[in-house]
């Protein structure tokens, strides 16, 4: 077991605390997160031809995704509340496997990363497509939810070795 004096997020005393970043330098930060959501053909093409009937799944999501990102210190317990500079949710349809793909792109200029916030756009994102569809099919699977890129901060760049 682990010596809990090693844990950043663990007190010497017992019991857990957020990180204080004050003395880390400020930077330019960025982050992308990808995820892919299952639809099979038949919700694949209501979506493809707007005639889902809750909406416009692919634009409802978008805004979804963005404002899931700008709450993600208010979801995950122990992120700090960054001030985001951007964020841009794509969505594309992927014909060939009957799936929306799902892609954030989180900035912000300040002393801790955007990865959190950028999966939180991403998961939001496909959450909300789900809920635009699933009185079509029970079968949609949300997958795949994962960091694709970062820039800045302590632990350098990062980019996924395939894409």
Known sequence: MADVHTFTHVKPEGGVKMVDIAEKPSSVRTAVAGG???????????????????????????????????????????????????????????????????KAFVKTVGHTGVEMEALTGVSVAALTVYDMCKSVSKEIRVTDIHLLAKTGGQSGDYRKEDI
């Open 36 to 102: 892919r959501v299952l639809v099979g053909e038949d919700v694949y093409r209501l979506v493809e031809e707007n005639k889902i009937r809750k909406g416009d799944v692919l634009s409802i999501a978008q805004i979804a995704g963005i404002m899931g990102a700008k709450q993600t210190s208010k979801l995950i317990p122990l992120c700090h509340d960054v001030a985001l500079k951007g964020v841009d949710i794509e969505i594309t349809l992927q014909e060939e496997v009957f799936a929306i793909e799902i």
